[in-house]
């Protein structure tokens, strides 16, 4: 089993930035790549940013040279820095850690708006 557990979300104006973090615990070593996914209000769920065991990242194409997804592994932890921040941005962002399963965060709220 894997738990993934987000913080850093809030509230932001636009143009301003935030870090979200995901702290993973349990069977981590299963885990092939891990990543950021975001859900609109009232929309699905679409992928942000993935990054692979051996650091290989992948961004959509809205958040590319905004958001940069890093990750430490002597502290479990994959980060999402987020700048210039917009409207668009606010959802509820994910963590996401794929083994033979996907797993999911609970999801922290990030909220764009002057």
């Known amino acids: 089993q894997v738990q993934l557990v987000e913080s850093g979300g809030g509230l932001v104006q636009p143009g301003g930035s935030l870090r979200l973090s995901c702290v993973a615990s349990g069977d981590i070593f299963s885990i092939n790549v891990m990543g950021w996914y975001r859900q609109p209000p009232g929309k699905g769920r679409d992928m942000v940013a993935e990054i692979t065991s051996g650091g290989r990242t992948t961004y959509a194409d809205s958040v590319k040279g905004r958001f940069t997804i890093s990750r430490d592994n002597a502290k479990n932890t994959v980060y999402l820095q987020m700048n210039s921040l917009k409207p668009d941005d606010t959802a509820v962002y994910y963590c996401?850690?794929?083994?033979?399963?996907?797993?999911w965060g609970q999801g922290t709220q990030v909220a764009v708006s002057s």
């Open positions: 996401m850690g794929m083994s033979s399963y996907l797993h």
